[in-house]
T-cell receptor, first 112, second 113 residues
Framework: AQSVTQLGSHVSVSEGALVLLRCNYS??????LFWYVQYPNQGLQLLLK??????LVKGINGFEAEFKKSETSFHLTKPSAHMSDAAEYFC??????????FGTGTRLLVSP | KAGVTQTPRYLIKTRGQQVTLSCSPI?????VSWYQQTPGQGLQFLFE???????NKGNFPGRFSGRQFSNSRSEMNVSTLELGDSALYLC????????????FGPGTRLTVT
């Protein structure tokens, strides 16, 4: 069965600093991978997705992620953090026709 | 297009009662999935409905059930509520079955006292 591991339940950065949120997946076949963001008292919003094709995926709000098969990783990055990026981020994996499996989430804290 | 809507947004129930939550997907989407989110267990998949049929089911007791109507709206029911059922219940819709791109509603916050 597929699974995802998000390293670090909390990540703190300063405004303007690089954001790096880590996600490693486990899957026996090439998976579909997603990053979602959740703001307080809201549902999840899709940031970006990888299905097939280009391994560097660009999403909304300046975020991007790179699918690295050799490392089984799909880390989320943003060159310069903004205060409004403070939220919880979830990585998710699926094999396409099966349910989405979510990681445990990483809370991003941005300090001025 | 209007997004996924969930009603009610907040609910307080007593142990032993039952509750029904409602979800209206994005127009044209035929798949609706339900998730339970708690601080301790994170996001857990409950079930998915596509064209009124349950396609996938998570590892929850039979007290948790759902259904989907012909207009793709879905309801989730929890009977004999327990304190541990307190959670944010999220609904997500998609135009395909399975784990394709999903769009989430704001959730229903259920508190069981």
């Amino acid at each position: 069965a597929q699974s995802v591991t998000q390293l670090g339940s909390h990540v703190s950065v300063s405004e303007g600093a690089l954001v790096l949120l880590r996600c490693n997946y486990s899957s026996s076949v090439p998976p579909y991978l997603f990053w979602y963001v959740q703001y307080p008292n809201q549902g999840l919003q899709l940031l970006l997705k990888y299905t097939t094709g280009a391994t560097l995926v660009k999403g909304i709000n300046g975020f991007e992620a790179e699918f690295k098969k050799s490392e089984t990783s799909f880390h989320l990055t943003k060159p310069s953090a903004h205060m409004s990026d403070a939220a919880e981020y979830f990585c998710a994996v699926t094999l396409g026709f099966q349910k989405l499996v979510f990681g445990t989430g990483t809370r991003l804290l941005v300090s001025p | 297009k209007a997004g996924v809507t969930q009603t009610p947004r907040y609910l307080i129930k007593t142990r032993g009662q039952q509750v029904t939550l409602s979800c209206s997907p994005i127009s044209g989407h035929r798949s609706v999935s339900w998730y339970q989110q708690t601080p301790g267990q994170g996001l857990q998949f409950l079930f998915e409905y596509f064209s009124e049929t349950q396609r996938n089911k998570g590892n929850f007791p039979g007290r948790f059930s759902g259904r989907q109507f012909s207009n793709s709206r879905s309801e989730m029911n929890v009977s004999t509520l327990e304190l541990g059922d307190s959670a944010l219940y999220l609904c997500a819709s998609s135009n395909r079955t399975g784990g394709s791109e999903q769009y989430f509603g704001p959730g229903t916050r259920l508190t069981v006292t």
